[in-house]
């Protein structure tokens, strides 16, 4: 699995993602999001700049409560998404 992000002039990535395997429990869990992009990549990303808005899609490990507080707590701003 890859992962990348784009901006204004900007980009992340591509990541990839470790230790996925065969079968559901071995997926991108929230907390492998959290570990293996927010934290190493994302989080220094947004500390570099200011007035930035993180979208990302309704995927779970994205909407997962440890995510959202995991964002909350690391003051990055996510752009609201209708469903």
């Given at each position: 699995m890859v992962w990348g992000g784009?901006?204004?002039?900007?980009?992340l990535g591509p990541v990839?993602?470790?230790n996925l395997g065969p079968g559901r429990g071995y997926g991108i869990t929230a907390?492998?999001?959290i570990d293996?992009?927010?934290q190493p990549h994302v989080v220094p990303f947004f500390q570099a700049?200011?007035?930035c808005v993180l979208q990302q899609d309704?995927?779970?490990p994205h909407t997962a409560r440890i995510t959202q507080?995991?964002?909350?707590?690391?003051?990055?701003?996510?752009m609201a998404?209708?469903?």
């Open positions: 784009i901006g204004l002039n900007q980009s990839f993602f470790n907390q492998r999001y293996q992009i927010l700049r200011r007035n309704n995927a779970r507080a995991f964002l909350q707590h690391n003051n990055i701003d996510i998404i209708n469903t």
